[in-house]
């Protein structure tokens, strides 16, 4: 992962959440510009790609990208399940023992990862899943 400084003097790329259940993505960093998309699932992971002022250029897991106000993000930390059904271990370790079974789409809070795997909430249900199998994670992030 490339790492820059961005305008608010953190790296980026770097990955936030959605602080809102609506959120417009516009064209450009200003209320000005034209609304593209609008994001509607509070806490959903998204990619800070750019930085201008107050206003984030943003990228979802879809690859779609756009311009929102900074008040629109949070640092909190999820993540969302690809793929497949995934098994949530008790431990991290495959052979281990599943606390549950995670659709793809649900959106998970990071708690910390391990080498391949990452623990998650959700829905108050912990697990560790392999860090491959969701987006929202950077291949050799720490994340603690």
Excluded at 24 to 37: A, H, K, Q, V
Excluded at 84 to 97: E, F, T, W
Excluded at 116 to 124: D, K, L, N, T
Aim: charged share 25%.
């Amino acid at each position: 992962m490339a790492s820059s400084g961005g305008a608010a003097g953190k790296q980026l790329p770097r990955f936030v959440s959605l602080r809102a259940d609506e959120v417009n993505l516009r064209t450009g960093p200003g209320e000005r510009y034209p609304i593209d998309w609008v994001l509607v699932r509070k806490g959903l992971p998204v990619e800070i790609v750019e930085e201008f002022d107050v206003w984030r250029k943003i990228r979802d897991f879809q690859g779609s990208e756009g311009w929102v106000h900074q008040r629109m993000l949070t640092g909190a930390r999820n993540v969302l399940v690809e793929g497949a059904v995934r098994v949530l271990h008790v431990q991290p370790d495959p052979a281990s023992p599943p606390a549950a079974r995670a659709e793809a789409g649900v959106v998970a809070r990071l708690i910390e990862c391990r080498g391949p795997w990452c623990r998650v909430e959700a829905q108050g249900i912990k697990g560790w899943l392999k860090r491959d199998e969701v987006w929202g994670v950077y291949p050799d992030e720490a994340v603690q």
